[in-house]
């Protein structure tokens, strides 16, 4: 008698378990896999805290021409990572109030393996007591930009 898989209906069902359980094993060592890969994965590094050497600028006018302006403004400004390493290699920028150099030029400075990077000798001017905070811009590729102001005090 010529049997044929198409007409024998009786042996269906016998390959199933053996087809299941290789889907499972394929699954879980997948599900494995996929979980071996987000445990690599690290969050990306972020600016964390920065902390400033002195709260305020105050600027002063000694002979009542109505410029106010401070030739001595020291700062120094710590900068951690994310998760709370000093940070190398950040720049600091600032701007505003007409800040410039003892040489006249912008501030900047990087951030070294301290997590410090130092201003001193600035000088700062403004006509009237109208003055904004002086902006302080950090950034570094890969752990983004920050920017805090520093209050600027007009006696």
């Known amino acids: 008698m010529k049997y044929s898989w198409r007409k024998r209906n009786d042996a269906a069902i016998e390959g199933l378990p053996l087809y299941l359980l290789i889907i499972i094993i394929i699954t879980a060592v997948s599900i494995g896999i996929v979980m071996t890969m987000l445990n690599m994965a690290k969050p990306p ?55 410039k150099t003892s040489a006249c030029g912008n501030p900047y400075a990087t951030t070294g393996s301290d997590g410090k990077a130092s201003f001193s000798g600035l000088k700062c001017s403004v006509i009237g007591t109208g003055a904004n905070p002086i902006l302080i811009t950090i950034e570094k590729s890969g752990y983004g930009k920050k920017t805090l102001d520093l209050p600027v005090v007009c006696e």
């Open 45 to 99: 590094q972020t600016l964390g805290q920065v902390s400033l050497s002195t709260p305020v600028v105050v600027l002063n006018d000694p002979n009542k021409d109505g410029t106010y302006n401070n030739d001595s403004v020291s700062l120094v400004v710590t900068v951690t990572d994310s998760s709370g390493n000093k940070l190398s290699g950040a720049v600091i920028t600032l701007t505003g109030n007409d800040i």
